[in-house]
Structure formats: structure tokens, C-alpha cells
């Protein structure tokens, strides 16, 4: 799941300043996007399932 993560900092005055990045939120954690270097997906291994389109 994409989500943002916003810090929001006190710059006096009524003043609020708003900081934050894309997150990569999973069930094991909140990764930012910038510091990801590698993701590997676990998928099932053998041929695909044809679409209608490749039937045509």
C-alpha cells in the first residue's frame, strides 16, 4: 500500500510546515520510496494463464 507520511512542524505564528515523502506501507513496516533499493515479490512459479486477448 502507497501512502504519504507528513510531519508537520510549528514555525510560530499560526504557521505549520508540512514535510513528507511517498511511504510503502506493509505489514512489516513503513519503508520510504527514496531509500528502497529492491523489492522481491514472492509469486508462484509456471506459465502464466492466457488472456482473452492472447486467445485471439
Do not use: C
Not at 512542524?9 to 510503502?24: E, P, T, V, W
Amino acid at each position: 500500500r502507497l501512502s504519504h507520511k507528513t510531519e508537520w512542524i510549528d514555525a510560530g505564528s499560526d504557521l505549520y510546515l508540512g514535510l513528507g515523502q511517498r511511504m510503502l506501507a506493509t505489514d512489516g513496516g513503513e519503508f520510504p520510496l527514496m531509500n528502497i533499493r529492491e523489492i522481491n515479490l514472492n509469486t508462484a512459479e509456471g506459465p502464466a494463464e492466457p488472456t482473452s486477448e492472447e486467445e485471439a
